[in-house]
């Protein structure tokens, strides 16, 4: 079945240092997701891409999706202490009526 | 995006006994999803619940183990039975809507012990 690998598992960075997580797929996916998960939280939706090569952005975070659509990335500029928590990228192999299946995380620790 | 409401929010459970989570959303979704977290881990998706008729299950995950009901677009319930502490694990209930940009909405989550 379809595996979602992803890295660093762990990363830890000074506040105003950059962040970035990477992901890859075994199969080609429709969309991938990203979500973020703070301690104690639920996963909470940051960004859908669908498009081969995309890139978005939401304020400091960058998401871009691979031109084969088998892999992304999530890069933090600048950190602050409120990005703390759990980045996940989830991923979906169907037409978007499908669960996702979800990377193991990165978890980002941010030393003041 | 929706709002969702699950219940209960943790529950210490002996094992042997059934329990079941309830999850009502605030508006009618297309999708709902089961998965389960351990603390700490990534999630595990356990079955789409299909509204008027059987949920579709993942490898690993069958339904005398993990009943699922959804009577209608806006709530579902999934029933852990005959529990063992290796159910012990964080159930989440997810939904989205077909075609949406908006990715999927996470309920809160259900804590689970099994003693």
């Known amino acids: 079945g379809q595996q979602v690998m992803q890295i660093p598992q762990y990363q830890h960075v000074q506040e105003g240092e950059d962040f970035t997580t990477y992901c890859n797929s075994s199969t080609t996916l429709s969309n991938i997701q990203w979500y973020k998960q703070r301690p104690g939280g639920h996963p909470v939706f940051l960004i859908q891409?669908?498009?081969?090569?995309e890139v978005k952005k939401q304020k400091r975070l960058t998401f871009q999706f691979g031109e084969a659509k088998k892999n992304s990335s999530l890069h933090i500029t600048a950190t602050q202490t409120t990005d703390v928590g759990t980045y996940f990228c989830?991923?979906?192999?169907?037409?978007?009526?499908?669960?996702?299946?979800f990377g193991k995380g990165t978890h980002l620790i941010i030393q003041p | 995006s929706a709002v969702i409401s699950q219940k209960p929010s943790r529950d210490i459970c002996q094992r042997g006994t059934s329990l079941t989570i309830q999850c009502q959303v605030d508006?009618?979704?297309?999708?709902m999803f089961w998965y389960r977290q351990q603390p700490g881990q990534s999630l595990t998706l356990i079955a789409t619940?299909?509204?008027?008729?059987?949920?579709?299950?993942e490898s690993g995950f069958v339904i005398d183990k993990f009943p699922i009901s959804r009577p209608n677009l806006t709530f579902s319930t999934l029933t852990v039975s005959n529990m063992s502490p290796e159910d012990s694990s964080i159930y989440l209930c997810?939904?989205?809507?077909?075609?949406?940009?908006?990715?999927?909405?996470f309920g809160s989550g259900t804590r689970l012990t099994v003693v």
């Open positions: 619940a299909n509204q008027g008729s059987e949920a579709t299950y």
């Open positions: 997810s939904v989205g809507k077909s075609g949406s940009n908006y990715g999927y909405t």
């Open positions: 508006s009618q979704v297309t999708m």
């Open positions: 891409l669908v498009k081969s090569g």
């Open positions: 989830a991923g979906s192999a169907g037409g978007g009526a499908d669960g996702l299946t």
